[in-house]
Each structure stands twice: as C-alpha cells, then as structure tokens.
C-alpha cells in the first residue's frame, strides 16, 4: 500500500510558477514509478510527467518544456514545478504511483495509487 497526498495548489497568475509537493508513505514506495496527472475542467485525467525509481524523467505536452519533476525519496516527497503557467494549465493535480518493469505506466489503468488531487487555477 502506498499512500499519496497532494499540496501546494492555489490561485496563480498566470506567466508565474507554482511547485506543487505530493508526500509519498507506504511499502516501498522507492520502488514505484511516480506521476502527475492533471483533469481539467470537463476533460479526461491527462498525464503530465513521470519520474522512475532511478530518477529519469518523462514529460508529456506543455510540461516537455515548462514542467520539472523530481523526486526526494529521503523526504518520500514527490515534486512538480510548472514554469510559465497559461490559462491551460488550471485543474485538479494528482500524483499516482505505479510498478512497472518497461518504463513509465501508460494507462490510467496501470497506476496503483492515486492521491485525493490538489486544484490549480491560473488567471490573466
């Protein structure tokens, strides 16, 4: 079992930066594959990137070039930085943690874990 819960969420203008934390607790949880994913408004769950147990990072839309994940397993806390925040990039933050044996989980389907979601909103 892995716990997951999510802070650091708020109102931001937007052309700023926001970090948000997820603490991470349970059995292993240095073995587990870690995720954001953000719902925005009316829309699926959508990734927004991935950090595996030995730190290599994977990014999906925007966050390729505004988002920084990382992960401090000493502070079992689980980290995102979003640079340049746009309109976009409001919704509920999630973190999520999977085990895999080929890389970053693909589906929603495969993550195990999933936090309660935190809530950005971006303003002009």
């Known amino acids: 079992q892995v716990q997951l819960v999510e802070s650091g969420g708020g109102s931001v203008q937007a052309g700023g930066s926001l970090t948000l934390s997820c603490a991470v607790s349970g059995d292993s949880e240095r073995s587990y594959f870690l995720a954001w994913f953000r719902r925005s408004s009316g829309e699926e769950r959508e990734r927004v990137a991935c950090i595996s147990p030995s730190h290599s990072t994977t990014y999906w839309g925007d966050a390729v070039s505004r988002g920084t994940i990382d992960r401090d397993d000493a502070k079992r806390t689980l980290y995102l930085r979003l640079d340049n925040l746009k309109l976009g990039d409001s919704g509920t933050y999630y973190c999520?943690?999977?085990?895999?044996?080929?890389?970053?989980?693909?589906?929603?389907?495969?993550?195990?874990?999933w936090g309660q979601g935190t809530q950005v909103t971006v303003s002009s």
């Open positions: 999520a943690a999977g085990e895999s044996d080929y890389g970053c989980p693909q589906e929603i389907s495969d993550w195990d874990y």
